[in-house]
């Protein structure tokens, strides 16, 4: 290590430190972060925000922060990063964590630490924090600090390997927990970039600096490590070997995925049943609703159900796609033939035995002719033993009978152009995905379904919509937005021109939820269950300055979603 003494020098050399990994992330493809102020992690904030490539995101609750980064990785396809400050700063990013574990949602978690001779000896805002979310994290390092044995090029590799596990072979969330040594800033400092080698000179040794003499050159990652390469034509192979007869599909995450399964269902020629965060429904008229496969089952002890034919044998089914919201497909599904194709997951809860492929679903695209809108001609020929699941899903096209099909038929018909929606946990969720017919320009549909969470929803779509740069709707329950009222802060991230945005909140009086669990407690105990019960949303509307409207009933909903609007916030309370 370069012998540096001035108190100036150091902290110049612990901000260059930083800047290597702005710039590193930079390279990697890193377009979002969400950086939470503390004094800690002050040079990672100054490096990270000087950086022109990045777009720097402030937000003073780290579990927002999360949950939005959570939301911009999801919907952008692209690790986006959080830096926090020490202490419960960290414990904060814990529930985006686990979701994004869960749902394999690319995070880069950049925590600043205490050095060791400041841990567990009465520092001020020091915890056990490199311990905290490793469970949930397809990486961790504790990284030392900068003027330690540890070199630029160990930084660097180790970022790049946290980043190549952040996406592949499942994504996920990664953490470097960053050890950083006082003194933190000194006056008038700034990186400069592009970094060049005078400039890293004054403060690293030329041995430290050797291998990083190409990478200065370029614009390269340092240790690009590219994921293995899967064979598609060995995958198709093992599809079509199978013969499937029905696809069956649960969440997908981008456009290229979309593609894939709707250009697979048509060269099998068989029918897609897909849930709602696919975001497949009204893209082909091959494609139906998930639980319309539960029309093959006939419900036990009912006697109207007696006479009817007896359901067809086994399917065989090709399972693709993350988890459905509905939980009977999944039980449905146990009891075909199944083949499932998934990025690593095991997306499995019945335990039930089918054969598994681990693959990723958009490489089949080269393999396969471009999916058309319409069935291919085989269609009729090659899915006979599901036709009766397709003439159960076209009667079940949801009539607005109930004030939920409405209230879902109303978005269907209102929304934007090319909107896209993000759906809370509980009822919402639950609603669109039972009555949602699809739209064609409607294709990015997302929920936080890794864990369910009602927190950090209005945060993670905030974040979806600064990934998807589209108009969006938001559906939350009451509860579910009062868990989460901070993240209306975010709003300002949102271009009110490109990204109007829409929290629909469905106030029907606290966590309405509990009245299907099926049992008395919740009429014998509605306090237990339901939260606090709030009237009226709209004090804040006004902490946030979101214009605020409020629907009674249907008519008022469809009147106010067609109006042209910036961001708002529109209350639901039929
Ligand atoms: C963080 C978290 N806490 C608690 C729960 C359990 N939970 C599931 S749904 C729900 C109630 C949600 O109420 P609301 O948002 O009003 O929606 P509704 O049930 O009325 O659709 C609760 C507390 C959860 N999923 N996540």
Redesign the pocket.
């Known amino acids: 290590m370069k012998q540096i003494s001035t108190s100036s020098s150091l902290a110049a050399r612990q901000l260059l430190w930083c800047a290597l990994l702005a710039e590193e992330c930079a390279r990697w493809g890193v377009q979002h972060v969400f950086i939470c102020p503390g004094s800690r992690s002050a040079p990672l904030a100054t490096a990270f925000a000087a950086h022109p490539a990045l777009r720097c995101h402030v937000h003073f609750d780290e579990r927002g922060a999360a949950f939005a980064a959570l939301g911009v990785a999801r919907s952008s396809l692209r690790p986006a990063a959080v830096i926090t400050t020490s202490g419960t700063a960290v414990a904060n990013l814990l529930?985006a964590v686990l979701e994004a574990y869960e749902d394999a949602v690319p995070l880069l978690l950049l925590t600043a630490d205490r050095p060791p001779e400041l841990r567990n000896c009465g520092a001020n805002q020091t915890c056990q924090q490199n311990t905290l979310l490793v469970s949930h994290c397809r990486f961790f390092f504790d990284v030392p600090p900068h003027n330690s044995v540890c070199a630029p090029a160990v930084l660097l590799s180790t970022l790049d390997e946290a980043l190549a596990k952040s996406l592949h072979p499942l994504a996920g969330p990664v953490q470097l927990n960053l050890q950083m040594r006082e003194p933190l800033l000194a006056a008038n400092m700034d990186p400069a970039y592009p970094l060049a080698l005078p400039q890293l000179g004054k403060f690293f040794t030329a041995e430290e600096l050797a291998p990083l003499r190409q990478w200065l050159r370029t614009k390269e990652c340092y240790l690009p490590l590219a994921p293995a390469v899967s064979d598609a034509q060995q995958v198709l192979q093992h599809i079509r070997h199978f013969q499937p007869q029905l696809l069956l599909c649960g969440s997908l995450r981008s456009a290229p995925q979309q593609q894939a399964v709707l250009a697979l269902s048509h060269a099998l020629g068989v029918s897609c049943f897909a849930d709602i965060c696919s975001g497949l429904r009204g893209q082909s008229t091959n494609v139906f609703a998930a639980h319309a496969v539960l029309q093959s089952a006939p419900s036990k002890g009912n006697p109207t159900e007696k006479n009817k034919p007896p359901p067809p044998a086994q399917l065989r089914v090709l399972r693709v796609g993350g988890r459905f919201i509905h939980p009977q497909v999944e039980i449905w599904c146990a009891a075909q033939l199944t083949l499932q194709l998934t990025d690593g997951r095991r997306i499995h809860p019945t335990h039930a035995p089918r054969r598994i492929l681990v693959a990723s679903i958009e490489t089949l695209l080269k393999e396969l002719p471009p999916p058309s809108l319409e069935p291919s001609p085989s269609t009729a020929t090659t899915t006979v033993p599901t036709a009766h699941l397709q003439t159960a899903a076209a009667a079940a096209v949801p009539q607005p009978h109930s004030t939920d099909a409405a209230k879902v038929a109303a978005v269907e018909t209102y929304a934007p152009y090319g909107s896209a929606l993000f759906l809370?946990?509980?009822?919402?969720v639950r609603l669109f995905d039972q009555h949602w017919r699809g739209r064609p320009d409607i294709t990015a549909i997302a929920a936080n379904r890794g864990v369910?969470?009602?927190?950090g929803n209005i945060a993670t779509a905030v974040g979806c919509a600064l990934g998807w740069q589209r108009p969006t709707i938001a559906v939350?329950?009451?509860?579910?937005?009062l868990?989460d009222l901070n993240s209306l802060a975010l709003l300002h991230l949102l271009n009110e021109q490109t990204t109007p945005f829409t929290l629909i909140l469905?106030n029907?009086g606290?966590?309405?939820?509990?009245e299907q669990l099926g049992h008395t407690a919740c009429t014998r105990h509605p306090e237990v269950f339901l939260?606090v019960q709030l009237k009226d949303f709209s004090a804040a509307a006004r902490l946030w300055d979101l214009p605020y409207r409020r629907a009674h009933n249907v008519q008022e909903l469809a009147r106010l979603l067609k109006k042209p609007h910036h961001h708002r916030l529109l209350e639901v309370t039929f």
């Open positions: 529930p809370g946990n509980s009822l919402s369910s969470g009602i927190d939350v329950g009451d509860q579910t937005a868990h469905l029907n606290g966590g309405r939820i509990f939260g």
